[in-house]
């Protein structure tokens, strides 16, 4: 077994070895490309890093900055939207569904490392694969810890900590993160200034 399969298969591995270091150079020379690149060239700066993920859906916006560890291991749905210095770890799965939005400098970490000083001091890391479910919303400067997963239509609030899974359909805040409501059907109606709006279904 190679120490990029056992890398993304959640097993103990070392990352300067096997050409996992190479990966990441790869990896970093597209980042930098796409980091640099001019504002009018957005349709081209979300091609490139559609040609990096595993996945990446219609109607796909990242704003730059953005950093990731590979590439290969994050998978992302339609109509997907992160705002400013998203970084994702991947070094296990990261999987995306659409109708996602992140706030600015929200942090996903698949990577882990031993406990114990002597196990840590060996080299070994491994990885827990993230799943953000479809039509979540993460606030700015939240991150998720690895092998959490987001429920379908969870909101996680502004500065959050998470390190257990977030049922769908709740609103979650906190470091730790926790559950303080349902999102309910009054929750159809959204604030504007002093005037509420119905939001149409159609």
């Avoid at 050409?19 to 990896?27: F, M, N």
């Avoid at 700015?140 to 969870?154: D, F, Q, R």
């Avoid at 998470?162 to 059907?185: L, M, Y």
Wanted: charged share 20%; aromatic share 8%.
């Amino acid at each position: 077994m190679t120490e990029k399969e056992r890398m993304i298969a959640g097993l103990p591995y070392r990352p300067s070895i096997g050409g996992l270091a190479e990966d990441r150079l790869a990896c970093k020379e597209v980042i930098h490309r796409f980091n640099h690149m001019e504002p009018a060239q957005r349709s081209e700066a979300m091609e490139l890093l559609k040609g990096l993920f595993a996945q990446a859906g219609e109607h796909f916006t990242v704003e730059a900055p953005f950093h990731c560890d590979y590439g290969y291991n994050i998978h992302v749905g339609d109509h997907f939207f992160a705002n400013y210095n998203l970084v994702i770890l991947d070094v296990a799965p990261v999987t995306i569904g659409s109708h996602v939005l992140m706030g600015p400098n929200v942090a996903l970490y698949t990577a882990g490392h031993p406990i114990h000083p002597e196990s840590r001091n060996t080299g070994y890391e491994y990885g827990a694969p993230i799943t953000v479910w479809d039509n979540v919303w993460i606030g700015g400067n939240t991150v998720l810890l690895p092998g959490v997963t987001i429920g379908e239509g969870a909101v996680i609030g502004a500065g959050s900590v998470v390190g257990r899974d977030i049922p769908a359909r709740t609103i979650a805040v906190g470091n730790p993160c926790r559950v303080v409501r349902q999102i309910t059907e009054e929750d159809r109606k959204y604030c504007c200034r002093d005037r509420e709006f119905d939001v149409p279904l159609d």
